[in-house]
């Protein structure tokens, strides 16, 4: 399955000891659908080498293949959504509201010389 959007959290690394050796996960939010009034978000996971390999930061816009599983654990049931393939999508289209606009950057134009014929105090 694929999916693009903008990433919205990076939460925090986790990583332990298993019986096949050291493993890390990190897990990530995006926003898909990102110019709808109800934009709709996904976690998903990074395993092992791919965390460095994928080096995924916030903001990023990405198109994301990944796998869904499902687990049971003590009588409940939980989804597993772990990239396998992660790639920069610089076809999302991007809110306006996403950006600072370049003008608020700029200096303020400098004050106009007084007009003579006005009344007014400035």
């Not at 934009?39 to 390999?53: A, E, I, L």
């Not at 999302?92 to 014929?117: C, N, Q, R």
Request: proline share 10%.
């Amino acid at each position: 399955m694929e999916v693009k959007g903008k990433v919205i959290a990076v939460l925090p690394l986790v990583s332990g000891e298993g019986r096949n050796g050291t493993w890390k996960r990190q897990e990530y939010v995006i926003e898909h659908d990102p110019n709808t009034q109800y934009p709709r978000k996904m976690k998903f996971d990074v395993w092992g080498d791919k965390v460095d390999q994928f080096n995924i930061q916030e903001g990023q816009l990405l198109r994301i293949n990944f796998d869904i599983d499902c687990h049971e654990y003590q009588g409940r049931w939980y989804n597993v959504i772990r990239a396998w393939k992660v790639e920069p999508d610089d076809s999302l289209p991007v809110k306006e509201s996403d950006f600072t606009p370049i003008d608020s950057f700029a200096p303020p134009p400098p004050s106009s010389p007084i007009d003579e014929g006005s009344d007014l105090p400035f």
